[in-house]
């Protein structure tokens, strides 16, 4: 599976960005994909997963109420919408695949990852 990242960029706290991640190579159905991020010098943190055959999700508390995860099964993609971004959001997100349809948060257990987007949110 090759995971293609994108739609990181620069933004202001209180704004929104979306992020997509394209899989490729292989179908996604009974797989789980995950949005991780990582700022220097700390482990990668969980944002959010989704599961791709029964849609079902799970949210970090930190951005629980703010952030969306969604799937476009038709494009192999799939949507990190995030609202009301706080500086503390700042990091490199990551998507990645774990090839079991239960959700993980454990950033071991996804063998695929996309190379990164970087969300910059200034105050």
């Known amino acids: 599976v090759q995971l293609q990242a994108s739609g990181g960029g620069l933004v202001q706290a209180g704004g929104s960005r979306r992020l997509s991640c394209a899989a490729s190579?292989?179908?996604?159905?009974?797989?789980?994909m995950g949005w991780f991020r990582q700022v220097p010098g700390k482990e990668r943190e969980f944002v959010v997963a989704?599961?791709?055959?029964?849609?079902?999700?799970h949210y970090a508390d930190s951005v629980k109420g703010r952030f969306t995860i969604s799937r476009d099964n038709a494009k192999n993609t799939v949507y990190l919408q995030m609202n009301s971004l706080k500086p503390e959001d700042t990091a490199v997100y990551y998507c990645?695949?774990?090839?079991?349809?239960?959700?993980?948060?454990?950033?071991?257990?996804?063998?695929?990852w996309g190379q990164g987007t970087q969300v910059t949110v200034s105050s």
């Open positions: 989704i599961s791709w055959r029964s849609g079902s999700t």
């Open positions: 190579g292989r179908t996604l159905s009974g797989y789980t």
């Open positions: 990645a695949v774990r090839t079991l349809p239960t959700i993980s948060t454990r950033a071991l257990e996804y063998g695929y």
